[in-house]
């Protein structure tokens, strides 16, 4: 995976970068229009990275070959993040090699029988400023609307879709597992990606009570993945709580989750692997640390000051750690000796019952061993309370 920053070298903007996956994409000559977003499934094919559109954007569901798509397969779809300066680089989008350790993440997750999708919103994420991008998640009508970047740097309106991209990832993404029947569906979301995934996780519910969806289609667990939401209040969000305020992003992520928690018991994980909401621009809501299964990951293979690596990798460490046994749990007494519990921490490959359990007021989970390897094999999580 190759992250970007635009012109100035690494900055607040470069730091809260989202991640961003494979998707082999036709470059059009500069400045000519073009404009690709939506939903997509993986394979691995003699260790080559493969994807395919699953929808298109008329709403036309394309027929996957099984070992792309298979509704009878669980199923985790990614969402990214901000990509300012992408647009630019021939619309690039990194992909699941992590080439540190030379590992395509993704391929455990294949083996094991899984369906594997990404989200890409990269031309409509692909803002100087962050919160114009972050506004397109839930609104038309933010600072920018929905505005898309082309490869010479300058924007369109062209094509621009009526919705929002959390409307538009809503409708792809229930559309395309409309059939699914395994039960066991995972969105996951790295920085903005998070509260896309929130999003789309929302409107799965609204339209399953509605009678409009069917039950298999609702998500059994999110992933956050060293999330962002930014500060202040947003006018595109209104005051739906009529508090005379209008809302912020944070606040209403949280509102969505406990909704979900509270009437569907829905694993949630927030895995924090950097300071970006410690910085100034970042709300750190820490109300929301007690209602899900918290967990702060050490990346300390990479330095104090690579903010950026340890902010976009976090997704590298956990999509990669479906291909090992969900770490250890362990207590430390006063005089500094370990104690395994014999209870697992959080990782991809930790069952949903056991999230659940770590969900909650009481605990969080921080990072002891294995700090600095990216594999969580070695990995050990001391429970301490909140």
């Known amino acids: 995976m190759k992250s970007v920053s635009k012109r100035k070298g690494t900055s607040l903007c470069s730091v809260l970068l989202g991640f961003s996956i494979l998707f082999s994409t036709t470059v059009k000559a500069t400045g000519e229009e073009f404009l690709d977003y939506g939903l997509y499934w993986f394979n691995v094919e003699y260790g080559q990275e493969l994807s395919r559109k699953a929808v298109e954007h008329d709403g036309t569901v394309n027929a996957q070959e099984s070992d792309y798509y298979d509704d009878s397969k669980p199923t985790v779809i990614f969402f990214h993040g901000w990509q300012s300066g992408t647009s630019e680089l021939g619309y690039e989008r990194g992909g699941y090699h992590y080439d540190r350790i030379d590992t395509n993440t993704m391929e455990a997750w294949k083996e094991l029988g899984w369906n594997v999708g990404s989200f890409y919103w990269n031309q409509f994420a692909d803002e100087d400023e962050l919160k114009d991008a972050e506004a397109k998640i839930w609104s038309v009508s933010g600072p920018r609307g929905m505005r898309y970047r082309l490869d010479d740097g300058t924007y369109s309106t062209e094509q621009s879709p009526k919705y929002s991209v959390g409307r538009i990832a809503f409708e792809q993404v229930s559309a395309a597992l409309a059939n699914n029947q395994s039960g066991n569906v995972r969105l996951t979301g790295n920085s903005l990606g998070s509260q896309l995934a929130v999003v789309v996780a929302k409107q799965i519910n609204d339209g399953i009570r509605a009678g409009e969806l069917s039950e298999m289609l609702l998500p059994n667990r999110i992933e956050l993945l060293d999330p962002f939401w930014s500060k202040g209040e947003k006018g595109y969000l209104g005051d739906a709580n009529g508090d005379g305020r209008n ?85 430390i007494d006063f005089w500094g000796n370990r104690y395994l519990t014999g209870y697992k921490a959080a990782s991809a490959s930790t069952s949903d019952a056991r999230i659940r359990e770590m969900m909650g007021d009481r605990n969080y989970w921080d990072q002891v061993e294995g700090r600095y390897t990216e594999s969580s094999a070695d990995d050990q999580f001391q429970r301490k309370n909140h």
Do not use: C
Request: charged fraction near 25%; hydrophobic fraction near 40%.
């Open 247 to 331: 809302e912020w992003t944070a606040e209403r992520v949280r509102w969505y989750l406990g909704e979900l928690i509270n009437q569907r018991d829905i694993a949630v994980t927030w895995y924090k692997s950097s300071p970006i909401l410690d910085l100034w621009v970042g709300d750190e809501n820490t109300a929301m640390e007690r209602t899900v299964a918290f967990v702060a990951n050490r990346l300390w293979y990479y330095g104090s000051s690579e903010i950026e690596k340890k902010h976009v990798n976090i997704t590298k460490w956990y999509y990669l750690s479906m291909a090992s046994k969900a770490p250890k749990e362990v207590t």
